[in-house]
């Protein structure tokens, strides 16, 4: 068994774009610019928002956060968001969800333009993402490509089985690895015998947010296993209260795999480096 390390990918692509934004600077190119806008003051929104904010500087990235108040109204929030669009300044921008429930995600996404859109939720994107075309890909389902890249996992012709139709991970990754060659199947919430379908799958990307869901007896020896899932989970020995599990029983899986990504340090960090490269790519574009 291997791990895949996003910790380790993570740091070695970090350190690519801190060097490519010190040649953009050198060459008197614009420093990509991000802009985050948080509304209200959930904690773990925050937290996110936070992350983002300090992997920007990290690299060399300018970084902008618009924080407002809970009861923004949504054509307020519209007005911000437009303001954004038309800042030559800002390469990409973030709406951190949710969003507060008197607001309409969908239309805020909407809004963005998607020449800014690194967060790859807009449906010109989306739509470009299904053609194959490039444009920004949602995150999460990046940096589990470029995991898979790194370690140089054979998917042409590969039973990939997808667990969670999510927008953000599930429906996106399936197009992703169709066009990598795999044949995709994928499972959800209403899906029967699930366990048939995993044990037939060379690789399975659970993304459903069930901890440890996801046992030995429904993966084939030789499987590679790729863990979205983040749960807290309540642990009173840990000294936060709470501990992160992901939606694989890695322990008891692990020695089944051929590889596989652990929770944490799997999939979270290769997400944040997939927004870096989308902001790295957005900079270039016109505006
Ligand atoms: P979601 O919460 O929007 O949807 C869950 C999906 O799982 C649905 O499509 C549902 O049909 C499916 N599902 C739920 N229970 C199921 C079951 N028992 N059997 C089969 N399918 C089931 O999904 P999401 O936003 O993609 O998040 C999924 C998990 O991934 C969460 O734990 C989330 O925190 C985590 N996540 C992690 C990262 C990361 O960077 N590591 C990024 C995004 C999401």
Redesign the pocket.
């Known amino acids: 068994m291997e791990l895949l390390n996003g910790n380790e990918v993570s740091n070695l692509i970090r350190a690519s774009i801190k060097e490519e934004v010190l040649k953009r600077k050198a060459e008197g190119k614009k420093t990509p610019h991000l802009a985050a806008i948080l509304v209200g003051a959930d904690g773990a929104s925050m937290t996110y928002v936070a992350a983002k904010e300090k992997d920007c500087i990290e690299v060399g990235f300018d970084s902008t956060v618009l924080r407002f108040d809970a009861s923004i109204s949504e054509e307020a929030l519209i007005a911000e968001v437009e303001k954004i669009n038309q800042d030559k300044n800002i390469d990409g921008l973030i709406v951190q969800l949710p969003l507060p429930k008197h607001i309409n995600e969908k239309r805020i996404t909407e809004a963005i333009s998607y020449k800014k859109d690194v967060d790859g939720f807009h449906p010109m994107n989306v739509g470009m993402m299904f053609k194959g075309l490039k444009t920004f890909l949602p ?2 389902p990046f ?1 589990i490509l470029k995991l898979i890249e790194h370690y140089q996992i054979e998917t042409s012709g590969k039973n990939c089985v997808i ?8 429906k996106p990754m399936s197009a992703l690895m169709l066009q990598k060659n795999c044949t995709v199947t994928v ?5 029967k015998n ?1 366990s048939d379908f995993t044990r037939q799958a060379d690789i399975i990307i ?6 440890l ?1 996801l046992k030995a007896d429904m993966v084939k020896e030789g499987a590679v296993v790729i ?5 807290r989970v309540d642990n009173p020995t840990n000294k936060k209260g709470y501990s992160l599990k ?2 694989v029983d890695f322990e008891a899986l692990a020695s089944k795999c051929s590889f596989i990504t652990p ?2 340090g ?7 480096v997939g927004l870096l490269l989308n902001t790295l790519d957005a900079a270039d574009l016109p505006k």
């Open positions: 995150a999460t940096g667990i969670g139709r999510s927008d953000i991970v599930g499972c959800h919430s209403k899906t699930l659970a993304a459903i947010g069930v901890p869901f863990d979205v899932g983040i749960t992901g939606d929770v944490p799997g999939v979270g960090p290769m997400t944040r």
